[in-house]
């Protein structure tokens, strides 16, 4: 049996590289606080109410197209109007491709508590999210720092303080 030289798989190793970033995240996972998982699909996505915001991403004027996140839970199943005690101690967990996580509290997704729209963006300044942001980025304007406008979205837990 004759081996290939390494040289000959680079080609394809930058392929697959290049591919890689794009195939982590085809859903987003969501799941309530029964425990209860939802896979929404990309399409699925694309296809709810989208709302634009003007906002600074690190000073730099963006817009952002995107859905608002009380939607995504909707979809899932996990309903934010008129929320009141023991929803007041939950919080919606938000995880990334690298593993970097962020927590909101559900009571801010709630059109009922705040008029801010934090949103599940897909789009900037009109086109899609590159690879490195996206498929799925949280932007939460009003936050006087963006370290929660978390990039490559791919699962949102809820969980419950006790």
């Known amino acids: 049996m004759r081996f290939r030289r390494p040289t000959l798989y680079l080609p394809i190793v930058a392929l697959v590289l290049a591919v890689a970033p794009t195939l982590y995240a085809q859903s987003l996972e969501v799941t309530g606080a029964d425990g209860t998982s939802t896979a929404l699909t990309a399409a699925q996505i694309s296809g709810l109410r989208h709302v634009t915001i003007n906002t600074k991403d690190h000073d730099t004027p963006a817009q952002f197209d995107g859905v608002p996140l009380a939607e995504i839970l909707k979809l899932a199943g996990v309903d934010t109007g008129k929320m009141k005690g023991p929803q007041m101690t939950q919080a919606l967990l938000i995880e990334a491709a690298d593993g970097y996580k962020v ?5 801010e997704l709630d059109p ?15 086109k899609p999210l590159d690879d490195e942001q996206g498929p799925w ?18 699962s949102c837990k809820i969980v419950a303080l006790k």
């Open 103 to 107: 927590v909101f509290a559900l009571a």
């Open 112 to 126: 009922d508590f705040s008029d801010r729209q934090i949103i599940l963006a897909d789009k900037r300044n009109g």
């Open 137 to 154: 980025r949280i932007v939460a304007p009003g936050d006087k720092r963006p370290a929660r406008w978390i990039r490559q979205v791919t």
